[in-house]
């Protein structure tokens, strides 16, 4: 750098801190051109873009492309501000360029960047285009097909394009049928209700072949857990748990979803396998979260056995600083468990609320704890004086209509419902908490059936809502019907609730064996389910 062209540099950078970087801007450029240097093009496109001004960027960015033509710098930068300039059209050839001056083994991140930052465009309808066009060659090749229209795939996504996402995506897995790009892009439609079910059937198929990533396979299991498909993601992570047995993850949520069905020794098993393989691990954030839910899933299959103390001893492990609350909670409820509601319910009142949403919590922590020792009056009483400063919360609403019912006050639970269902007519809940318990007490069944079918429009996949239909069918005299959803809905999800009604229409049908087998799982799973209960003392019944 000689002497003058330091000095303008050095005046350049001056002038944008005393507030001209009109002038500064200029000086840096006509430096970089008379020099060539490409540090100080970069820097005058740097001073361009911190003043918001697209234009002078390109400007410098071009100047620096005509003074060096083969920079990727350059070119990666020119793409960018086009982009954000929504000058889409332009980027056609760069873009095609700066692709096939790429090594091939670095394609595959060059694809995620190219969706990245088109799918950020104004008009996303042309940059899916665009892409497209700019990508043309690469889709013929074999080695990088698959990569190239999982990029495309997601610009179509981005622009609202579900079915020409979809599309990308089988296309990529026809053209590798182990290419993971494609098929996470198939992971990411199974959210969209116009492509899950024919995204999933790729997201199988890829899975099916023997090189597939395990972190596709493990996604697909959250995704599924998500759905509450929960025996399903289960069986997806015992297949992972088999083939890659050191992986620590999996054994992680796969115990969770074993608790969740009250599997508990196997939650145990799972669980505590998962911290043996995190034990080498350094301490992070990940792992903190990871032994925090480790730890309560250990909490909860002891506090289920009655073993209170280890319950107590799990939850003393539990040193994250963020989980305090959870933790106060979870305490709070062992020592309801154990008669001691007094004690619990200080250890909720003493917990910081410093914001509504913190006070709400706490509150809502209590109404639980009241609710499951039974003293269903003072949490009626705590969730009136709380709808008092905020009448039109619908978690009141709908909590103190629960309650009502506890109460038998039954015209209190309807108005209750009723309300709800009028400022949220998209709250299925609402619909099927009303509809069952008109079934439950065979009355007014054809508008219960009408309400729980709300319910399940907006609902489709819940086997709770599902087991609330089936149940009024088997009111209503059909109980071929009411055994068919049902026993899908236990299927779905195993619970004694859905149990005991499944049970019930199976006795009634004259299928005695199977009803008691199902009886005997249910029992198995939560023999201090009140439902269950009634069923097996009302039927005299022991499985």
Do not use: C
């Amino acid at each position: 750098m000689t002497s003058q062209i330091f000095y303008e540099v050095l005046m350049g950078e001056l002038t944008l801190r005393s507030g001209d970087p009109g002038a500064g801007y200029a000086l840096v450029l006509d430096s970089a051109r008379r020099t060539h240097d490409p540090q100080l093009f970069q820097r005058a496109t740097e001073i361009a873009l911190q003043s918001r001004s697209g234009e002078a960027a390109l400007v410098a960015v071009r100047a620096w492309k005509q003074a060096i033509p083969d920079s990727r710098d350059a070119r990666r930068l020119e793409l960018q501000i086009l982009i954000a300039l929504n000058r889409l059209a332009e980027t056609t050839e760069p873009l095609r360029t700066e692709v096939a001056a790429t090594p091939q083994i670095e394609k595959p991140v060059l694809m995620n960047v190219i969706a990245r930052n088109y799918s950020r465009a104004t008009d996303k309808t042309l940059a899916a285009s665009v892409v497209e066009q700019a990508l043309s060659d690469e889709l013929k090749l074999p080695a990088t097909a698959a990569p190239a229209w999982a990029a495309i795939g997601r610009v179509r996504l981005a622009a609202g394009d579900t079915a020409g996402a979809l599309d990308a995506a089988r296309k990529g897995l026809q053209a590798d049928p182990a290419g993971e790009a494609p098929a996470v892009l198939a992971l990411e439609l199974m959210d969209a209700k116009q492509a899950d079910a024919e995204a999933e059937k790729l997201v199988k198929t890829y899975l099916d072949n023997p090189k597939a990533n395990v972190d596709v396979r493990m996604s697909y299991a959250r995704e599924l857990a998500q759905d509450r498909r929960y025996a399903e993601s289960s069986s997806q992570l015992g297949l992972l748990t088999r083939q890659q047995p050191q992986l620590p993850e999996p054994w992680l949520l796969l115990g969770s979803l074993q608790a969740q069905a009250k599997q508990d020794a196997a939650a145990e098993s799972s669980v505590k396998r998962y911290i043996t393989l995190t034990e080498s691990q350094r301490d992070t954030e990940e792992r903190s979260r990871g032994l925090t839910q480790a730890y309560f899933v250990l909490s909860q299959t002891a506090e289920r056995r009655k073993d209170f103390p280890a319950a107590e001893a799990w939850l003393a492990k539990i040193d994250n600083p963020e989980d305090v609350t959870a933790t106060q909670l979870r305490r709070a409820a062992l020592l309801a468990r154990q008669n001691k509601l007094a004690e619990a319910r200080e250890i909720i009142r003493t917990l910081p609320a410093s914001t509504a949403d913190q006070r709400r919590q706490k509150l809502m922590a209590e109404v639980q704890l009241l609710r499951d020792t039974k003293h269903y009056q003072e949490a009626y009483d705590m969730l009136v004086q709380a709808s008092t400063a905020t009448p039109d919360d619908p978690d009141l609403i709908y909590d103190q209509a629960m309650v009502a019912e506890k109460l038998n006050r039954m015209d209190e639970m309807e108005r209750l419902l009723r309300r709800l269902i009028a400022m949220k007519p998209d709250n299925q809940n609402a619909y099927n908490a009303l509809g069952y318990s008109l079934a439950d007490r065979k009355v007014r069944l054809d508008e219960a059936r009408t309400l729980i079918q709300k319910a399940v429009q907006l609902a489709p996949d819940d086997p709770f809502i599902a087991d609330s239909l089936g149940w009024v069918e088997f009111r209503l005299g059909n109980a071929q019907e009411a055994s068919r959803i049902l026993e899908a809905a236990y299927k779905q999800r195993p619970d004694a609730e859905i149990g005991a009604h499944l049970g019930e229409v199976l006795w009634s049908s004259g299928q005695r064996d199977r009803a008691l087998v199902v009886w005997k799982e249910s029992v198995r799973a939560d023999a201090e389910n009140e439902t269950l209960q009634e069923t097996l003392k009302r039927l005299r019944v022991k499985p």
